[in-house]
């Protein structure tokens, strides 16, 4: 399985950006998808997942969400009222068995990161 990310850019603080994670070689209709986010010099944090439900981090609870497009191959991340603390390269990830999960280990693939920047 093969994932990109994109839709990351530079955005005002309070702004929004809708992020894409496409998948493409092996099927994964029923993967879990997260998506993570690292600051420079910080460790790569849970943001939000998919698999028939739906989890996201306190930090961004209410204001970013999660949803898939099957037939589409693809996993939204909408983003909404940004803050600078927002700011970093995020990768979307993909877990084989379909279960949600929260830790960077437990997942099989990885995209190579989309940069969001939020100016205050």
């Known amino acids: 399985v093969q994932l990109q990310a994109s839709g990351g850019g530079l955005v005002q603080a309070g702004g929004s950006l809708r992020l894409s994670c496409v998948a493409s070689?092996?099927?994964?209709?029923?993967?879990?998808v997260g998506w993570f986010r690292q600051a420079p010099g910080k460790e790569r944090d849970f943001v939000a997942a998919?698999?028939?439900?739906?989890s996201t981090a306190d930090s961004v609870k209410g204001r970013f969400s999660i949803s898939r497009v099957n037939a589409k191959n693809t996993v939204y991340l909408q983003m909404n009222s940004l803050k600078p603390e927002d700011s970093g390269v995020y990768y979307c990830?993909?877990?084989?068995?379909?279960?949600?999960?929260?830790?960077?280990?437990?997942?099989?693939?990885w995209g190579q990161g989309t940069q969001v920047t939020v100016s205050s």
């Open positions: 070689g092996r099927t994964c209709s029923r993967c879990a």
């Open positions: 990830a993909a877990r084989s068995n379909g279960v949600l999960a929260n830790s960077v280990r437990e997942y099989d693939y």
């Open positions: 998919i698999s028939w439900i739906t």
